[in-house]
T-cell receptor
Framework: NAGVTQTPKFQVLKTGQSMTLQCAQD?????MYWYRQDPGMGLRLIYY???????DKGEVPNGYNVSRLNKREFSLRLESAAPSQTSVYFC????????????FGSGTRLTVV | DQQVKQNSPSLSVQEGRISILNCDYT??????FLWYKKYPAEGPTFLIS?????DKNEDGRFTVFLNKSAKHLSLHIVPSQPGDSAVYFC??????????FGTGTSLTVIP
């Protein structure tokens, strides 16, 4: 089915470890986003990419890096994981214009111990 | 600073009755608003939207109302069904393609 695919679905890291969250969309969307969801905080934007080759910081970028590998793929990297990065991470994409908003992936539940 | 606020973390409604979810925003430059529905262990899914040039948009059992002067929007679900039990997020768009999300309201529809 067309949509946004995130891997992995679950991950447990030790403090200081690194990992990359993968995201791919097959809807030919230009814009892609990474959000984190925490209890009582809603969805907060980490990084976004308005088009292939560009990336910009969102509300909570510290501790993260991103790569827009091509139009389909947008990865999120944690270089040195911290317990404060325990969260559910969502990737999203959006086509031209805001109509219909984002299409979200199913999320990655990350626990840093 | 939270630009989009949902002040009710939870709401319980009897099946068949109306559910009203509220959302307030602070930025008068927001010009497009959406509601998303989220089930556990799934990503949010688009539910309904409204442009700032309108004050109402209806889609089946779902209606969104926008009061620009009060910087307030609401989602009405009539009649509520048990399958509507989920977390609902409102979101607002400023210039560009970035949405700002509220903190969510967990709706429980009691059979």
């Amino acid at each position: 089915n067309a949509g946004v695919t995130q891997t992995p679905k679950f991950q447990v890291l030790k403090t200081g470890q690194s990992m990359t969250l993968q995201c791919a969309q097959d809807m030919n969307h230009n814009s892609m986003y990474w959000y984190r969801q925490d209890p009582g905080m809603g969805l907060r934007l980490i990084y976004y990419s308005a088009s292939e080759g560009t990336t910009d910081k969102g509300e909570v970028p510290n501790g993260y890096n991103v790569s827009r590998l091509n139009k389909r793929e947008f990865s999120l990297r944690l270089e040195s994981a911290a317990p404060s990065q325990t969260s559910v991470y969502f990737c999203a994409s959006m086509g031209a214009g805001p109509f219909g908003g984002y299409t979200f992936g199913s999320g990655t539940r990350l626990t840093v111990v | 600073d939270q630009q989009v606020k949902q002040n009710s973390p939870s709401l319980s409604v009897q099946e068949g009755r109306i559910s009203i979810l509220n959302c307030d925003y602070t930025n008068s430059m927001f010009d497009y608003f959406l509601w998303y529905k989220k089930y556990p262990a799934e990503g949010p899914t688009f539910l309904i939207s409204i442009s700032s040039i309108k004050d109402k948009n209806e889609d089946g059992r779902f209606t969104v109302f926008l009061n620009k002067s009060a910087k307030h929007l609401s989602l009405h679900i009539v009649p509520s069904q048990p399958g509507d039990s989920a977390v609902y997020f409102c979101a607002a768009l400023n210039t560009g393609n970035q949405f700002y999300f509220g903190t969510g309201t967990s709706l429980t529809v009691i059979p």
